[in-house]
């Protein structure tokens, strides 16, 4: 008896002193510490930790904290979502990948914008279409990537007029030069797949979703697209196999090593090519849009972060103010200067500032920028990439015929459109 | 009546003394019931349900079998399980031929067998992850050490390894083997040295030959610990995740997708919480089968004591 209830006692206290640390670990936060989640590492660290400290003194009632996440996308959103399912109220300021933005919108974990009155006259369209969910604003762009046609200038005299034109120029810089790759670009199954077949989609005048939000992604049109980039690996022989095993960085090797004619890849490429140091081809290539075939238009596929609000944020004023003071043109610039990232407002194009932070022509940048198109704006992205990552991979590597496989895409499409009852949802 | 007093408190003592083991116990019991049942249960509930945390405006419905029923109209599931199938029976296959030779080589060393016998444990002790990058690292392409030896030795087309539905599975399966065969070995080599040397000596004497002296000692003797390996790793490969997550993240497409993978995919990555649990709860069943099985296999004293 008496053991027992010495036992007891003990467990008594011991369940006392946890349940004081559970409710110290739960007390509140200062109402004025804003928090920022984002990419925090390596040079947009600094940068950010730059931006947030000058926002501090201009506004000295807040403090801005920068709460850490993980660099690479998927690894993000999911933190995102455990947080904004559990109604956290931290983070208040958000960075999204433009991809998100609808996701997120729908599940009503960020605030609509426009009760902000945003000034969104200098923006790239296709960037506000991207951050727009059921006719209301959610996101505002930070930066963008387009996807961009890099050429070997010492190879070939111009860039290709269509996608025919790109074949041959590929295939007589390989000959000529023997330079043993034409074309590379990011194959492998993930998210970069998805970009490099919108633009080829684009190129031949298809879509994905059409302006009602219907599946369209087994028409003729992408059934072209998808066989054409087959072609170049297996009939053509100007894109290797081992694209289909490779991502950004394996791409930009190849090409920095003189391996390519062209490659697709994102404009952070850029300064990296012309590192002398570093690069076989500094000083030797240009960027051109992607070209198209007959019945398209030359398409970049639309990247880019944006930022958002907390719809749990305990101070939605103040989280706005500093959203508005990243994207103050000044900030921006800095921001390219020093992380090597494309102002999404295309006056700043014009100005003499940004050439000189990015390296890069300002009027050729604008030109790419301006034929980007928003991915799919749908609350299901995420899902319906990765089924459209897997029929394309599929297909590329012969196990299905790109009819076949964007069939069963469109199929698996339609079904996750049906379930989250989005198939009859405005947009 | 006295007696019956000490009678009345010794039941006293016990029962307080048994309420007192039940006490202590409490913790322990509750921490199991917390981790393992607990959770099992609740994701058997969740798997009723229409639960995916993107769709919040879905709610969490109860929709019974409902996933369930889409999992077996699936057919990347069942894609999966025929992977999940292909790559146990390969990689335990192999596993147990290399382990038995390897545990038959170190069984007739004379000297420094306990050297051996560390260092042959080393691929086991390293991390799966580290091993499926080390692999897929030497079947990069191009440039991997393996593509470039197949040029140097004169073969002009080299597979793109990660870009074919059937090529992939060969790295997979070596990087599996790499690191299991070694495991498998200790178990055989542990069984190899119980077996009476003198049986040897005797079928030498009736003139048996070494292929005979293998069939018909080495063999028979040796099936219990052939059947515990071979228990261990198909259990083990039917739950595998890490060394494909790693390696091929199940592609080329989804070629080499087990079932371990495409539940991560749903659960995690895509967050369909209500499906994710079915897929969960049907890979249970099925280890959980597989286990019993084996327990009463092992259980059999035709196991313990070895057949004549």
């Known amino acids: ?427 | 009546m006295r007696r019956v007093t000490e009678i009345t408190g010794g039941r006293q003592m016990q029962r307080t003394e048994a309420r007192l083991g039940w006490a202590m116990a409490l913790p322990a019991l509750s921490v199991i019931a917390l981790v393992a049942i607990g959770p099992i249960l609740w994701a058997i509930w969740e798997s009723l349900h229409l639960h995916d945390l993107r769709m919040p405006w879905l709610g969490r419905r109860f929709i019974g079998a409902q996933n369930y029923i889409e999992a077996f109209s699936d057919s990347r599931f069942w894609d999966a399980i025929g992977h999940t199938v292909v790559f146990a029976a390969a990689s335990v296959t192999i596993e147990l031929v290399v382990g038995l030779a390897l545990a038959m080589a170190v069984d007739s060393m004379t000297r420094g067998r306990g050297v051996v016998r560390t260092a042959m444990l080393l691929p086991w002790a390293v991390p799966t992850v580290v091993v499926g990058l080390v692999w897929r690292f030497m079947f990069e392409t191009p440039g991997g050490l393996v593509n470039t030896i197949l040029v140097r030795a004169g073969v002009t087309a080299p597979p793109i390894w990660f870009a074919d539905p059937v090529a992939a599975w060969v790295p997979v399966i070596l990087a599996d083997v790499w690191k299991t065969a070694p495991f498998v070995a200790i178990l055989l080599l542990a069984g190899l040295q119980v077996i009476d040397t003198s049986l040897y000596e005797a079928a030498q004497i009736d003139g048996a030959s070494s292929w005979q002296q293998f069939t018909r000692i080495t063999l028979p003797l040796l099936r219990p610990a052939l059947l515990v390996a071979l228990i261990f790793r198909t259990v083990d490969a039917f739950r595998v995740f890490d060394v494909i997550y790693v390696m091929t993240g199940g592609g080329p497409g989804t070629a080499t997708e087990p079932i371990a993978l495409y539940t991560f995919s749903a659960l995690l990555e895509n967050l369909r919480f209500g499906f994710g649990s079915a897929l969960s709860v049907i890979i249970f069943t099925v280890t959980f089968v597989l286990a019993l099985v084996a327990i009463r296999l092992m259980g059999r004293r035709a196991l313990l004591e070895p057949m004549s």
């Open chain 1, 1 to 427: 008896m008496f053991v027992l209830r010495e036992f007891c006692r003990a467990c008594a206290y011991a369940l006392s002193a946890i349940a004081f640390v559970v409710i110290l670990g739960c007390s509140r936060r200062d109402p004025h510490v804003l928090t920022f989640a984002g990419s925090a590492v390596g040079k947009e660290g600094d940068a950010i930790r730059l931006q947030l400290d000058r926002f501090g003194k201009i506004h000295p009632d807040i403090r801005v904290e920068v709460q850490p996440t993980p660099d690479a996308a998927n690894h993000r959103h999911q933190l995102y979502l455990q947080w904004l399912n559990a109604r956290a109220a931290d983070p208040d300021v958000l960075q999204l990948d433009v991809v998100w933005t609808p996701e997120f919108a729908a599940a009503g974990w960020i605030l609509d914008l426009d009760r902000f009155h945003p000034q969104l006259e200098d923006f790239f369209p296709a960037t506000l279409t991207a951050n727009h969910w059921n006719g209301a604003l959610y996101a505002l762009p930070w930066f963008v990537d387009a996807g961009m046609l890099y050429w070997r200038a010492d190879v070939i005299a111009r860039p290709p007029a269509d996608v025919d034109d790109l074949r041959r120029l590929a295939a007589d810089g390989m000959r000529d030069h023997g330079i043993p790759f034409g074309f590379v670009w990011q194959g492998a199954r993930y998210e970069g797949l998805v970009t490099v077949f919108l633009e080829q989609l684009g190129a031949f005048g298809g879509e994905i979703l059409d302006d009602r939000g219907r599946v369209v992604v087994d028409s003729d049109r992408a059934v072209d697209a998808l066989t054409q980039m087959r072609d170049w690996i297996y009939t053509d022989g100007i894109v290797p196999a081992s694209v289909l095993t490779w991502q950004e960085e394996q791409v930009r090797l190849a090409f920095q090593n003189g391996q390519a004619v062209f490659m697709r890849n994102w404009p952070y490429a850029y300064s990296l090519l012309q590192d002398a140091a570093q690069s076989r081809v500094a000083g030797r290539f240009r960027v051109a849009p992607i070209p198209a075939a007959k019945g398209g238009s030359p398409t970049a596929a639309l990247g880019g972060s944006a930022l958002a609000i907390n719809a749990n944020s305990g101070d939605s004023a103040a989280a706005y103010a500093l959203i508005e003071y990243l994207l103050e043109p000044s900030q921006l610039l800095e921001r390219a200067r020093l992380v090597g990232e494309y102002p999404p407002r295309p006056t700043m194009y014009a100005t003499g500032g940004l050439g000189d932070a990015l390296q890069i022509d300002p009027a050729e940048a604008r030109r790419i920028i301006e034929d980007a198109v928003p991915r799919p704006v749908t609350p299901v992205y995420s899902e319906l990439s990765q089924i459209l990552q897997i029929a394309l991979h599929r297909a590329l590597t012969r196990q299905q015929e790109p009819r076949a496989a964007l069939q069963d895409a469109a199929a698996g499409m339609r079904k996750l459109l049906e379930r989250f009852e989005l198939d009859a949802a405005p947009r």
